[in-house]
């Protein structure tokens, strides 16, 4: 039994590509990444927000 992700990764792949994670960065970096790696999304979420509120907008105010 395989738990297929994105693109047909299996678990498998998930624990190496986490491991070699760990050994590259080390466990005190991970935290730092991910916090940065959550800043980021949030960043790009508030942006496509902006972008859909800037396109509903626009045909409003041609419509003036």
Request: glycine residues 14%; charged residues 35%; aromatic residues 6%.
């Given at each position: 039994?395989?738990?297929?992700?994105?693109?047909?990764?299996?678990?498998?792949?998930?624990?190496?590509?986490a491991?070699?994670?760990?050994?590259?960065?080390?466990?005190?970096?991970?935290?730092?990444?991910?916090?940065?790696?959550?800043?980021?999304?949030?960043?790009?979420?508030?942006?496509?927000?902006?972008?859909?509120?800037d396109?509903?907008?626009?045909?409003?105010?041609?419509?003036?």
């Amino acid at each position: 039994m395989t738990t297929m992700f994105i693109g047909g990764i299996g678990m498998q792949e998930v624990l190496l590509i986490a491991l070699v994670v760990l050994l590259f960065f080390g466990g005190k970096k991970i935290p730092e990444l991910m916090k940065g790696l959550g800043k980021g999304v949030r960043s790009f979420k508030e942006g496509m927000n902006e972008m859909e509120k800037d396109i509903k907008e626009k045909p409003e105010e041609e419509k003036k």
